[in-house]
């Protein structure tokens, strides 16, 4: 088992930052491919980046290109979403996940999921 701790989301003005964390606990953190996802009101949960094992591949979906950055720290066991020049578009839940496999886009091939924390960009 692998238990997701998301924090870092909140209300921020369009064209703001935030920073999202994902505390891993359980299995080997280092064993796994991590995932971020969203989920809007009224929307199903897409994908939003992922990063393999190693941090050595990130994977983006073309909405958050150039804005979002994914990254790792094996030894802190945590995985990070910077979210830069955010828009109102980007509101959101967003879930972290893990993967011990190496097909990232998709949400049914995690297998252990975070609860989630809301992200709000005001216009």
């Known amino acids: 088992q692998v238990q997701l701790v998301e924090s870092g989301g909140g209300l921020v003005q369009a064209g703001g930052s935030l920073r999202l964390s994902c505390a891993a606990s359980?299995?080997?953190?280092?064993?796994?491919?991590m995932g971020w996802f969203r989920q809007a009101p009224g929307k199903e949960r897409e994908f939003v980046a992922a990063?393999?094992?190693?941090?050595?591949?990130?994977y983006y979906a073309g909405s958050v290109k150039g804005r979002f950055t994914i990254s790792r720290d094996n030894a802190k066991n945590t995985v990070y979403l910077q979210m830069n020049s955010l828009k109102p578009e980007d509101t959101a839940v967003y879930y972290c996940?893990?993967?011990?496999?190496?097909?990232?886009?998709?949400?049914?091939?995690?297998?252990?999921w975070g609860q989630g924390t809301q992200v709000t960009v005001s216009s």
């Open positions: 996940a893990a993967n011990a496999g190496t097909d990232y886009y998709f949400s049914r091939r995690y297998e252990y």
């Open positions: 990063i393999n094992w190693s941090g050595g591949s990130t």
């Open positions: 359980g299995r080997t953190f280092s064993g796994y491919a």
